[in-house]
């Protein structure tokens, strides 16, 4: 169970579990999306990695997120399975690319636009998660927690692939997991990392899922972890195929939001101020006054 301290805002967590209670409600109705909006979440290869494709997700809203498709001789690897509604959609998009039957489900963490589908990919493959994507799924009385767990890593190997789960910490929740094709060197870092803009043209900025313990003072130290693996692209939880280096500056902006938040504290910088006192123009992270006084509550607990 997750604990609060007495400098916790509890009324702001509330408000953040209403609205991402909101953003899945609205999720599980099917959103009609445009033409071009429609072509930009198709299939696609990921270049350069052989068996390896990526159905697009730039949103926890119209897209959900990525969903990487490890394609082997002997069956299939899915990494995501974007909203409760979406298992027939996925199934024609992996049909384009193999008839193989779908052996594996792998969940980064337990969100309705990443993990949705889990329920109606049981019957024929094994779902898998970290331990506290089963336990934050089955507190929050979601469909589909992951019947196999894991605790710090674990492996699949298909043919000659190996995928590869791990499990470095705290960060947008309790259960991030990483997951490496390792004989590609590519990761989906699931909402760890994210880049870029939603399906609509706004930006993407981290979201900290306090609610089900996410931790923006972790969250750094969690992906320097991630830095360590041997990889060399990397599929986002949202947005488009990138690059190690692209993890390295998200890190690094992120370290630095922690710091000038945590500079405020050491100011005296009431919570209440704390958005009109800080500067992030530069960073290009939208976050709301509420988003912020969050992080704040947190690092005051924590300093």
């Known amino acids: 169970m997750l604990k609060f301290t007495t400098k916790t805002n509890v009324l702001l967590v509330f408000a953040y579990i209403l609205l991402t209670l909101t953003t899945i409600a609205n999720a599980q109705d099917r959103p009609t999306l445009t033409e071009e909006q429609l072509a930009r979440v198709q299939i696609q290869a990921v270049p350069g990695k052989e068996g390896l494709f990526v159905i697009p997700g730039f949103d926890g809203g ?5 969903v990487a498709v490890r394609v082997t001789d002997n069956g299939v690897v899915l990494v995501d399975n974007k909203f409760p509604y979406s298992h027939d959609d996925i199934m024609t998009q992996v049909r384009k690319v193999s008839e193989a039957p779908i052996r594996y489900v792998l ?103 306090f609610a089900n313990g996410g931790s923006a003072a972790e969250w750094t130290d969690t992906l320097d972890q991630v830095l360590q693996l041997d990889f060399d692209t990397v599929i986002p939880g949202h947005g488009p195929i990138l690059s190690k280096a692209e993890i390295r500056v998200f890190r690094d902006k992120f370290s630095i939001l922690v710091e000038r938040i945590e500079a405020l504290i050491e100011r005296g910088v009431g919570r209440d101020s704390v958005a009109g006192e800080l500067s992030i123009d530069d960073l290009n992270w939208p976050l709301s006054a509420p988003a912020l006084q969050a992080i704040y509550d947190e690092l005051l607990d924590t300093n």
């Open 107 to 209: 969940n980064t963490h337990h969100h309705s636009d990443h993990a949705g589908s889990n329920a109606d990919f049981m019957p024929g493959a094994q779902v898998i998660g970290h331990e506290n994507v089963r336990a934050n799924m089955l507190r929050n009385n979601q469909a589909g927690a992951p019947p196999v767990i894991y605790s710090h890593s674990t492996s699949i190997f298909m043919d000659d692939a190996e995928i590869q789960a791990h499990y470095y910490g705290r960060g947008h929740t309790s259960g991030d997991s990483v997951i490496l094709f390792a004989e590609l060197r590519t990761v989906h870092t699931g909402d760890l990392f994210i880049w870029g803009q939603r399906l609509d043209g706004s930006t993407l900025a981290p979201f900290i899922d």
């Open 62 to 66: 119209l897209s959900g997120g990525n």
